[in-house]
């Protein structure tokens, strides 16, 4: 492995990492105060608005469910629960199963691989945008619906998280199309197809997707492209992200393949050839980067998170590579 030695910057991002890496075992920060109420949101219904700032990165919600099933079917005695009765109910499909369908959110398998789905007093309020201010994520250690703000969110704004996964590689029919069981228009910025943001959106989700299947295909190697093209189309996409608003999980996706470059460049010179002045730039590099990756995972997940652990394996590895 390239040694790291004599190189100050990149042994002082080292020890930060090590630092951070040693923070993870700390307790996580959940609120004791609450941080929103329920109220009659403008989009329909009701939603959970701020009641103070929260800053980004803070939870805002961590949360036991009410009840789960494994099979997609609400039971009787379920049904019955006041708490899952006083949730929205879609005008279309007024039955348990229609309230359930409304307000459920996949959680970890079961004993068996099953998946689970449950039903969250407070999540459950939570509205749909394509450009989310926060982020839900089941935390299978801490059995717990963890929710952080992923963006600052300023006091009386509405707090909303995407319902749907991949969605920044869709335009905009097809993401409505995935919206199409909650029976609702999506009017997020994103969705507002003549505003200067909504064009802006539609143009840079179509280069996401040109830069997703060019990334895809040369990890498959059915069209490699030359290396450092990898790495610029990579920070590209991670650039659109950004401007897009879409901080995560994309982002910690797109991070996690921009370290996974780095290292393998890495490691091309691991048996010394190669100009030591490289490798370290390299090392640099990667070290900024997965710092980055873990700061986006603690901000969206939580200290104690699934995700933030296995964030915090590839910075071993990084930091192997600088031992
Ligand atoms: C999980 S519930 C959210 C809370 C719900 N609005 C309420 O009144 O309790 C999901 C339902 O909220 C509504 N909804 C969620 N996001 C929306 C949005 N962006 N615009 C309009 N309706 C939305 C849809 O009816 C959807 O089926």
Redesign the pocket.
């Known amino acids: 492995m390239a040694a790291a030695h004599g190189n100050t910057e990149a042994q002082s991002t080292y020890k930060e990492l090590q630092s951070a890496l040693h923070r993870l075992g700390c307790p996580p920060n959940y609120p004791n105060v609450t941080l929103f109420s329920v109220f009659t949101?403008p989009?329909?219904?009701?939603?959970l608005k701020a009641v103070k700032d929260i800053p980004r990165g803070t939870p805002i919600i961590c949360e036991k469910e009410l009840f789960w099933v494994v099979n997609g079917t609400v039971g009787a005695i379920q049904a019955r629960d006041p708490h899952f009765q006083a949730?929205?109910c879609?005008p279309n499909n007024p039955t348990p199963q229609g309230r359930f369908e409304?307000?459920r959110f996949q959680m970890g398998k079961d004993t068996e691989g099953r998946q689970k789905e449950g039903i969250f007093e407070k999540a459950?309020?939570?509205?749909?945008?394509c450009v989310p201010n926060a982020y839900f994520a089941w935390n299978y250690k801490s059995r717990r619906l963890t929710v952080h703000a992923i963006v600052d969110v300023p006091k009386d704004a509405e707090i909303?998280v995407n319902?749907c996964a991949d969605e920044h590689l869709m335009d905009r029919q097809q993401r409505q199309q995935g919206l199409g069981s909650?029976?609702?228009?999506?009017?997020?910025q994103a969705c507002q197809p003549n505003t200067n943001f909504g064009m802006a959106s539609a143009q840079r989700r179509q280069e996401m997707q040109t830069l997703d299947t060019r990334i895809d295909n040369n990890a498959n190697n059915t069209l490699p492209v030359e290396r450092s093209q990898q790495l610029i189309d990579i920070k590209a996409f991670s650039l659109l992200l950004q401007q897009e608003g879409l901080f995560y999980p994309q982002l910690a996706d797109v991070y996690q393949l921009e370290v996974s470059w780095y290292i393998r460049e890495i490691e091309q010179f691991a048996d010394g050839t190669g100009s030591t002045r490289y490798r370290m730039g390299l090392l640099e590099e990667a070290l900024e980067v997965a710092r980055k990756q873990l700061e986006w995972d603690v901000a969206c997940t939580g200290h104690d998170s699934p995700e933030v652990k296995k964030t915090s394996r590839t910075l071993k590895v990084i930091c192997g590579l600088g031992q």
């Open positions: 949101s989009v329909g219904g009701r939603g949730l929205f879609p409304a307000n459950s309020r939570l509205n749909h945008s909303f319902y909650y029976q609702f228009n999506c009017t997020c």
